[in-house]
């Protein structure tokens, strides 16, 4: 069973920064590109973030040149690192596999508020 576990969410000022967590259990982590998505209230789940498996990455025009993904595969884990954060960056943040065929659940997620 594919378990996603995602932590380090927390209220930052503007302009701060966060590091974001995710581990993941029940798969062979390391043959999947890995993606960091968000939702904020009222709105669709997007992509923000991607990395693949040999540590390509990929993201959103919104978050270029602030967030950086990488991965240990030793550790099935995924990080984000978020800064000079904005208000706009106030979501609830997962990961999951680029693959949905993986599964199609996702984890609880960790909540980024950004305000002052």
């Known amino acids: 069973q594919v378990q996603l576990g995602e932590s380090g969410g927390a209220w930052v000022q503007p302009g701060g920064s966060l590091r974001l967590s995710c581990a993941a259990s029940?798969?062979?982590?390391?043959?999947?590109?890995m993606g960091w998505f968000r939702q904020a209230a009222g709105k669709e789940r997007d992509l923000g973030a991607a990395i693949t498996t040999n540590g390509s990455t990929n993201y959103a025009d919104s978050v270029k040149g602030r967030f950086t993904i990488s991965r240990d595969n030793t550790k099935n884990t995924v990080y984000l690192q978020m800064n000079s954060l904005k208000r706009e960056d106030t979501a609830v943040y997962c990961c999951h596999p680029e693959d949905f065929s993986v599964t199609p659940f996702w984890g609880q997620g960790t909540q980024v508020t950004v305000s002052s």
């Open positions: 029940g798969i062979t982590f390391s043959r999947y590109i």
